[in-house]
């Protein structure tokens, strides 16, 4: 470049002086120097005039309004505007990036926050916004400390990111639990991330209940088998005592495999990949149910049926059998002696089908409703014991209709009775016998 500026003004030069000296020469010395001169002050004024325009876009550069050059000026002017296209272009990108990076981030699960070396926010993404009660915008440059007033992650923050604590525990909100994690990066700067917990703590608490549960309900016939085992090996006792003791232990031994087969049961309403859909006669099916309940009854109660015989539902027989078959035992357990039990299956009018249990019996108050279906919950304690009950009837039901896309309504008063209804929707029934022709 600068040696074609060179040699066009070396070009321009002897062009100037070859015609001076021609002009000179035919026309006078006077004329010749004229022509120099004018030819040399017209090239100064012209890398005057552009050297202003070039001072004038220095002082304010838009791309757009870069001055056009002419002469020895155009290969400077040209290399400046190729310099602006890329830098612009470099420029776009850049901004393209970084608004892809934080599309990125605003779309995580997690909360991000970038504080400055004093906890002031440079930025934070939706989550962490609506995570930690922030205005994405308007928080902007304020201390993070100052907006979220919590004692637990104030000290956190303040402890320092260059120390990376370990992620701390915090209750933002009630009823939500947040894991924050901060982190020092680049100047002086912290990452804060923010992660909902909330679940996740509360499948754990789950957790943990369940197995103290299961301990529990297992231990309690444990212990007492262990004490007549005890008693049957000390003592001497008459064949008839002996006999007692036995059937007695027989009896805990038979309400742990209870629990166990309904431990089971769930495991696998929980675990194993839905049954292949298949149509379920259900008439029969009740009809089977309801002989049960009568030997399980045995005369005390007056149970009835009600089905509709060609309406039959798609799904596992055996998870269908099992729901239906905790509902209507649990009818026979809490029903006094001289009540009465209906089981109705029906299709209601918005196309759903309906399958209750009715009973007569002594109801559930509307506060323990909500909980009927959590493993081991039990309005009376003793009444289930008594009748053979492992707490885990309703959660069965719960899964095995969940699985049917059907969902459990209950109705109940204390001692007026109870009506549990299992409906399903139109797209889980079949007319009876319409595989068969099919
Ligand atoms: P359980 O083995 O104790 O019967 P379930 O899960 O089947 O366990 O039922 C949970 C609790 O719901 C029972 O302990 C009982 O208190 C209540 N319950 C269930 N069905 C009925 C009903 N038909 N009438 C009154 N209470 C009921």
Not at 54 to 73: F, I, T
Not at 137 to 151: A, H, T, W
Not at 244 to 268: G, H, K, P, V, W
Not at 340 to 366: L, P, Q
Request: net charge neutral; charged share 25%.
């Amino acid at each position: 470049m600068t040696r074609r500026i060179a040699l066009r003004a070396a070009i321009f030069l002897l062009a100037v002086s070859v015609a001076s000296l021609a002009l000179g020469r035919f026309a006078g010395p006077p004329w010749g120097w004229g022509l120099f001169i004018g030819c040399v002050l017209a090239a100064w004024l012209h890398g005057v005039v552009s050297l202003a325009a070039l001072a004038r876009w220095v002082a304010r550069p838009l791309p757009e309004e870069l001055p056009e050059g002419r002469g020895a000026w155009t290969g400077v002017l040209r290399a400046l505007h190729r310099h602006e296209r890329d830098a612009s272009r470099r420029h776009a990108a850049a901004t393209e990036a970084l608004v892809r990076f934080r599309r990125a981030v605003q779309a995580l699960p997690d909360g991000v926050v970038i504080l400055d070396g004093r906890g002031r926010i440079e930025w934070s993404n939706d989550t962490a916004a609506a995570q930690l009660g922030l205005d994405a915008e308007s928080d902007l440059g304020q201390p993070i400390v100052n907006l979220v007033r919590v004692p637990e992650f104030i000290a956190y923050v303040r402890s320092g990111a260059a120390e990376a604590p370990p992620p701390v525990r915090l209750e933002i909100r009630e009823g939500t639990l947040l894991a924050a994690q901060a982190i020092a990066f680049g100047e002086e700067q912290t990452l804060l991330l923010t992660r909902d917990v909330t679940q996740g703590e509360r499948l754990e608490t789950m957790r943990r209940d369940f197995v103290a549960n299961v301990s529990h309900e297992l231990r309690t016939p444990l212990t007492v088998l262990a004490g007549f085992l005890e008693t049957v090996r000390e003592l001497k006792l008459d064949p008839q005592r002996t006999r007692d003791y036995l059937a007695m232990m027989q009896d805990q031994t038979s309400r742990m495999q209870r629990i166990i087969e309904d431990l089971l049961t769930l495991s696998n309403l929980e675990s194993s990949p839905p049954s292949p859909p298949r149509a379920v006669p259900v008439a029969p099916l009740l009809e089977r149910l309801r002989a049960d309940a009568e030997a399980l009854s045995g005369g005390r109660h007056r149970i009835a049926l009600s089905a509709e015989p060609t309406l039959d539902l798609v799904g596992a027989e055996g998870e269908l059998a099992s729901a239906f078959g905790n509902l209507v035992t649990n009818a026979v357990r809490y029903t006094p002696a001289g009540g009465e039990i209906r089981i109705e299956w029906r299709e209601e009018a918005d196309g759903e089908a309906r399958f209750s249990v009715v009973d007569t019996g002594v109801g559930i108050a509307a506060e323990h409703l909500p909980r009927l279906t959590e493993r081991f919950y039990r309005v009376d304690r003793s009444r289930s014991r008594e009748t053979g009950g492992t707490g885990l009837g309703l959660a069965i039901v719960k899964h095995a209709l969940s699985r049917h896309e059907a969902r459990l309504e209950i109705e109940s008063a204390p001692g007026r009775g109870s009506r549990f209804s299992a409906r399903f929707p139109a797209r889980r029934t079949v007319a009876a016998g319409a595989t068969e022709r099919g």
